[in-house]
């Protein structure tokens, strides 16, 4: 009778516990969610402040949109072997009407991405989780810079279509 007995009472004695541990930690109904996040500070705010002072750049401007010819396939290397291959496809943000302008110099804008994302390899952008947020931006941020270097202010922005790596 008493071995029949004793998973009940754990039972009662674990519930019991279970319950008074979720009030104890019940959040407080006096708490906003909009004055606390849960989840901290945003490590993004920085580029979310940047992108809204890009978004008050002046509306009457439109844009069209050049698909870079091929893809660029950039070599992760350690140590002395290529560890993995990504791959990585770009199309330009650029003003209306300079699509021509774009395609006259692709050639140059072709080597000047792939210098940077060379680079953007060699300080391990391409390893682990490459296609986090952060990894994304900083490597988008270099894209732009590179182009903007020879393409001036007819780039507006540069989009990732696609990304992958392939582990040898």
Known sequence: MLKKLIPVLLILVFSGAGIAAGLML????????????????????????AEEKEASKPENVSFE?????NQFI?????????KSVAV???????????????YA?????????????????SLGGFDG????????????RSLKEAGTAVLGDILN????????????
Not at 74 to 82: H, S, T
């Open 74 to 82: 950039v070599p992760v290397i350690k140590g002395d072997l290529v």
């Open 88 to 102: 990585v496809a770009l199309s330009l943000e650029v003003a209306e009407g300079a699509k021509d302008k774009v």
């Open 129 to 140: 989780a490459f296609a986090t947020t952060e990894n994304l931006l900083r490597m988008r």
């Open 157 to 168: 922005d540069v989009l990732v279509t696609d990304i992958a790596r392939q582990d040898n």
């Open 65 to 69: 949109y050049v698909k870079l010819s």
């Open 26 to 49: 019940k959040p407080d109904p006096d708490v906003k969610l909009a004055d606390h996040d849960p989840c901290g500070e945003d490590p993004n705010a920085e580029a979310e402040n």
């Open 105 to 121: 110099v692709e050639p140059k804008v072709r080597d000047v991405f792939l210098q940077a994302l060379f680079d953007h390899a």
